[in-house]
């Protein structure tokens, strides 16, 4: 039978039930006990279950059925697992069995009975009563071929979480591992907070942003690109520890390791520089790792990662040298490097600042290399327009970005609390703009005004939760670990 066959089959069904006077949408259905809470019952108390003390009412989706005239096998699936259950005329009723059979895979019941082990030795629950909870119309893929293709897992991710227990398991390891950072966060005494998703002014990142109109205001917004310059203000205001685990949204395209739409952490800690919040990661994914899974040790696609050692420090330049081949004399000369990375045919703009050249071909020759977690310091300061120089050297900041697997993680500096050299920093940015980088920083003078009644020394975090979440369930896509990823309309290439 094929899809549209069976839709207007159990059309009919519903048809007929309704003109029998079933309810096919009760809303009164009694739930005591999981199949998990079940499980356990059994396990504590196998020699007793049958006796009526051990009685157990159940609901959840059936998942398959096996019929023998005046009695089946069902599986059915509720939130926490799955269970075998027997129907039997003469213990539900004939009414009861009448609808029974009039029913279908993917159809919510409800189940009242005691448990009995098979033949086979499969503990099942024996009903004596029976209700239909919940008729659905269409049917659900074969199960032996279940829901593959991608595009539709995608789209369709009510079907995807259905027929699939290892999607349904990625996002509940996802909650977890939010949980967990929050809760290591609180433990630290840091503040969650929120801030705004519309900004009259779209900062704290380089990337373009997605524009609207409040019409009550008469103003453009955008969606934030991120809450950095709003946290820092609150720092400012007093909250010295403070996070944000929220939307991001950035106008950009769709790859294996970008949406539009994303998830991400950000926490500012006052009296504490770039390598306290390195120490403060680390702490972190170990911890992240040892509640998820109890080991530091974990499986990322064909890499072992191993979270639980000392992990490497390294500066930019010293991993151009010494991972990326680049000799160390070129660092000095955007044309040396310019001709250096037309020689690895690495397309550069000559327009590009010597800061810019750098990072790109660190972005191409060493941060796929960078499979141990790694932290990479010495960021230039062309690239990093809200960090704190470094008192050393002033062409390069105090930053870190952390790389596991080839991919950036996490981004962390000594904030910068000079009112007066930000404001020469949003002005250089606001240049770059004007000269065609429509992802530099806008200039935003209420941020400065917030500088100058003074920030105490900072230091500041963010995490990317979906790329956080990819690495801890070996995920190969960010599509994999997003509910509802962004996608063209269906047919439109």
């Known amino acids: 039978m094929d899809k549209s066959s069976e839709v207007a089959d159990r059309k009919q069904k519903i048809l007929n039930l309704t003109n ?42 059936m998942m398959a059925i096996n019929k023998f005239g005046k009695s089946a096998f069902v599986r059915f699936r509720d939130r926490t697992g799955q269970m075998q259950a027997y129907i039997r005329m003469d213990q539900v009723g004939e009414d009861s069995y009448s609808l029974f059979k009039q029913l279908d895979i993917g159809d919510f019941v409800g189940l009242k009975g005691t448990m009995f082990k098979t033949r086979t ?35 369709q991710r009510y079907i995807d979480l259905i027929m699939n227990p290892d999607v349904k398991s990625i996002f509940i390891n996802r909650s977890r591992i939010i949980q967990s950072i929050r809760n290591f966060l609180l433990d630290r ?12 002014i779209p900062g704290g990142a380089e990337a373009e ?184 050297n002033p062409d390069l900041t105090d930053r870190f970005e952390l790389f596991i697997a080839g991919r950036e993680i996490a981004n962390g500096f000594s904030e910068l609390n000079d009112p007066q050299d930000q404001y020469e920093r949003f002005s250089q940015q606001v240049e770059d703009r004007l000269s065609g980088d429509s992802e530099a920083h806008q200039m935003d003078e209420d941020y400065i005004n917030a500088l100058e009644y003074g920030m105490p020394p900072t230091a500041g975090e963010g995490i990317g939760i979906d790329r956080l979440v990819m690495l801890f369930t070996n995920s190969a896509s960010i599509r994999e670990v997003i509910l509802f990823p962004h996608m063209k309309p269906s047919g439109r290439k």
């Not at 099942?124 to 032996?144: D, G, Q, W, Y």
């Open 20 to 61: 029998s006077g079933h309810n096919l949408y009760p809303n009164d259905i009694e739930v005591l006990h999981t199949v998990k809470e079940i499980v356990e019952k059994v396990d504590q108390f196998a020699e007793n279950l049958t006796e009526d003390s051990f009685v157990f009412k159940v609901a959840g989706r």
């Open 121 to 155: 030795g499969e503990w099942t629950l024996l009903a004596n009563e029976f209700r239909l909870v919940c008729k659905s119309i269409r049917p659900l893929p074969e199960k032996f071929h279940g829901l593959k293709d991608p595009e539709k897992r995608y789209r």
């Open 189 to 200: 005494e840091f503040l969650e907070v929120e801030t705004p998703m519309m900004q009259p």
């Open 209 to 392: 942003p997605f524009k609207t109109f409040h019409n009550a205001l008469g103003i453009d917004l955008f969606l934030r690109i991120a809450p950095e310059l709003y946290l820092k203000r609150l720092v400012v205001g007093g909250l010295e520890r403070v996070f944000e685990i929220n939307r991001n949204f950035r106008n950009e395209g769709v790859s294996t390791r970008h949406n539009p739409e994303f998830t991400m952490l950000e926490f500012y800690q006052a009296y504490a520089d770039y390598r306290d919040l390195m120490d403060l990661t680390e702490a972190m994914f170990r911890n992240i790792s040892l509640e998820l899974t109890g080991s530091t040790e974990m499986k990322y696609q064909e890499h072992e990662i191993d979270l639980g050692s000392k992990w490497r420090r390294i500066s930019m330049a010293d991993a151009l040298e010494k991972i990326g081949g680049v000799d160390p004399d070129l660092l000095n000369s955007k044309e040396k490097l310019l001709e250096f990375a037309a020689s690895k045919d690495i397309r550069i703009s000559k327009s590009k600042r010597l800061g810019k050249v750098i990072t790109k071909l660190f972005d191409l020759l060493v941060e796929p290399k960078l499979i141990q977690p790694t932290f990479i310091t010495g960021y230039p300061v062309e690239v990093s327009p809200l960090s704190r120089k470094n008192e050393k």
